[in-house]
Each structure stands twice: as structure tokens, then as C-alpha cells.
């Protein structure tokens, strides 16, 4: 593995050019309730000013271990990267607001450090762990990943993180586990969202423990080669691209091994409307609107949406036999 050399860290669009675009080894290179307030498929935000000079001593430690950089401000379908302004402003996090482009503004003020995240159930290690720690103990890298979400937009967002596999390794999961439970965080003073009871809080996701160790999966500590802003998750959120934008739960405080499948925050809001596993599916309607189509986030028009969202060679085989509506 390649260092990257001080001299070779250079403004950002150079810097985003040479980035590797990484997968695990062997792979290819590579919300939304019956809420009146949320709705469905909505507008783009407006203003998509580039994104701005990175502050070099806020670039990640762990990026001094990535891999050699390669020409990647495109996606492995050759699609452009969203802008650093439309990823950082344009966000569901319903702790802070229902409304996407007031979330960057009411989460200025919340505090990403100290903060822990604890590894508990049934694993043979319990954890738990620093943030800062964590993120120097573990080797994190650049993907770039699309983010499909479940009300029918998506973008192309570079992240930075590390996969689930590593943790979960790290703390030895027993043979009884069977699932993996995510907790956010639960701070109401400083999250307005969480003073009203817009969803049974603090927000819970989970994954089959397969799902969980597949290489696609991450937990994002970065993005475009930057630490994490809050509106994005930070300092810790999961990442499954082949999953309705919902499964990628920010705030990430607490992961739990579980015998039986966790009910997610969006399973108890809807269960009629969202399932636990809620794999991308142009064929699977929501009740609401249809989910054969999508806005990218800075186009004009509709694109087809792709089974897995285009993960499926990586992914298909973990839903072998089961109907793929059972997987909405
Ligand atoms: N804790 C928490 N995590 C969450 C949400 C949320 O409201 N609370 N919204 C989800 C939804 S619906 C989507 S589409 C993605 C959006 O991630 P982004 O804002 O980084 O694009 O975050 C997901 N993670
Ligand atoms: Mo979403």
C-alpha cells in the first residue's frame, strides 16, 4: 500500500481526480413515511457551487494510508460525482428537520466529539470504542458509492470509510448472531427534530449479518476526502448503496449482535410501506409513487432506476431464492 507523499496532496479537484475508486478485494472496481411533510419525490436544491479548497489538516490521518490515486470524479458507470454544496445541503435527517436544505443549518451546532460508539450483544470482544481511535485503528478508504433514496432521487457522493466486515471482525460476533442492530444518537437539546415525535426516536436500523460483512457495506467517516459533516451522519453513519437511502442511519452511537431481526425506525412508522431489507427495485412500487425511475440531484429528467441500484453482481446472491418483494 502506497503513501500518499505531503507533496503530492494538492487542491482538491486534483486531489478527487487521483483518488482510487476501491472495493473490496475480488469486486469489481468500482425515508420517507406516510408523512404529509415528507412526501415523496421532491425538488433539487438550487445553488451547486463547487466544492470548496480542503483544509489539509482536516483531511482524515487514515487517508495517509490510501491507495495510489486514479482518475475517479465519476462513478463506475462513468456518472459525474454530486457537488461537495448538493451533498452537504440536501439531506434527510429527521433529528434535526424534515426539511432537506434545513438540516446543514440547524446542525451546526452539534458536537461530533467526544464521541464513542459501543459494540455490544453477542459478540466474544464487547467494544467501545473513541471515534478518533476507531478511525485510526481501522484502514479507510475513498468510495465512491450512488445514494438511491427510497422517495425517488439520487446522487453520486465519494465517501470516505471503512467497511463493517473490519469492526465486526475486531470484535468477534458468536455464532448465535444472526443480525446487526445500529442505534443514532438521542440528544434532543440539540437536535429540534427529536423534540417532536415525527418517528419513535432515537432511530434504529439493522442489517442480516451477511448483509452487514459484504465488502459494499461501510460505515462513512468522510466524504470527499473531508471529515463528515453533521448533516451527512457525523462523525459515524452506515452506508449500504444497494439499499434505500433510509438503511444508511447517521449518528451512529451503538451497533448491536442480535439473534432476531432488529424493527427498524421506518418499519414502525410504516410497515406497510417499508421493509427491513428495502433493496433497490425498479419493479416494486411504493404505495405512494412509483420507484421505476429517479432525479438525479442536478439533472434535468429521469433516469432508470437499477435493480440493487446497480450493485446486483456484488450483492444478488445474499437474496438467492427469497422473492424480490419480500426484499422491499
Ligand atoms: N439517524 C438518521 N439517519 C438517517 C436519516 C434520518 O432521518 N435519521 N435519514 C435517512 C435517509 S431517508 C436518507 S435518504 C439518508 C440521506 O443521507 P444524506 O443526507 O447523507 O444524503 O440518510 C438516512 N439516515
Ligand atoms: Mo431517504
Not at 478508504?141 to 469492526?167: F, H, K, N
Not at 447517521?250 to 414502525?268: A, R
Request: glycine share 8%; hydrophobic share 40%; net charge negative.
Amino acid at each position: 500500500m502506497i503513501k500518499i507523499r505531503s507533496s503530492e496532496i494538492t487542491p482538491e479537484h486534483i486531489y478527487l481526480n487521483r483518488r482510487a475508486f476501491m472495493v473490496g478485494a475480488g469486486s469489481v472496481a468500482a425515508g420517507a413515511l406516510a408523512l404529509a411533510a415528507c412526501g415523496g419525490p421532491s425538488a433539487a436544491p438550487a445553488n451547486t457551487t463547487p466544492a470548496p479548497t480542503p483544509d489539509l489538516a482536516t483531511l482524515p490521518a487514515a487517508l495517509a494510508n490510501a491507495e495510489p490515486f486514479a482518475s475517479t470524479d465519476k462513478d463506475e458507470l462513468g456518472d459525474p460525482l454530486n457537488s461537495y454544496q448538493d451533498i452537504t445541503n440536501y439531506n434527510n435527517y429527521y433529528e434535526f428537520t424534515t426539511d432537506k436544505e434545513g438540516v446543514n443549518p440547524l446542525s451546526q451546532g452539534f458536537n461530533t466529539r467526544p464521541w464513542q460508539v459501543e459494540v455490544t450483544g453477542l459478540v466474544n470482544n464487547p467494544k467501545t470504542y473513541d471515534i478518533d481511535d476507531l478511525i485510526k485503528q481501522f484502514n479507510q478508504e475513498e468510495r465512491i458509492y450512488r445514494l438511491r433514496c427510497v422517495e425517488a432521487w439520487s446522487m453520486v457522493i465519494p465517501w470516505v470509510g471503512m467497511t463493517i466486515a473490519d469492526l465486526l471482525k475486531d470484535v468477534e460476533p458468536k455464532s448465535e448472531a444472526k443480525f446487526v442492530k445500529f442505534t443514532s444518537v438521542m440528544r434532543p437539546e440539540e437536535m429540534p427534530g427529536q423534540e417532536r415525535q415525527i418517528l419513535n426516536w432515537p432511530y434504529v436500523e439493522g442489517l442480516r449479518i451477511d448483509e452487514a460483512m459484504n465488502p459494499l457495506a461501510i460505515f462513512a467517516t468522510g466524504m470527499y476526502g473531508k471529515p463528515l459533516v453533521a448533516a451527512n451522519g457525523a462523525p459515524f453513519r452506515l452506508i449500504v448503496p444497494w439499499k434505500y437511502g433510509f438503511k444508511g442511519i447517521k449518528g451512529i452511537v451503538k451497533i448491536e449482535l442480535v439473534d432476531t431481526m432488529p424493527v427498524s425506525t421506518w418499519m414502525d412508522a410504516g410497515p406497510s410501506e417499508y421493509g427491513f431489507y428495502a433493496n433497490v427495485n425498479p419493479q416494486v412500487d411504493h404505495q405512494r409513487w412509483s420507484q421505476a425511475s429517479e432525479r438525479r440531484v442536478g439533472e434535468i429528467g429521469r433516469r432508470d432506476t437499477l435493480m440493487f441500484n446497480g450493485y446486483g453482481e456484488e450483492v444478488a446472491q445474499l437474496y438467492a431464492g427469497m422473492d424480490l418483494r419480500e426484499n422491499y
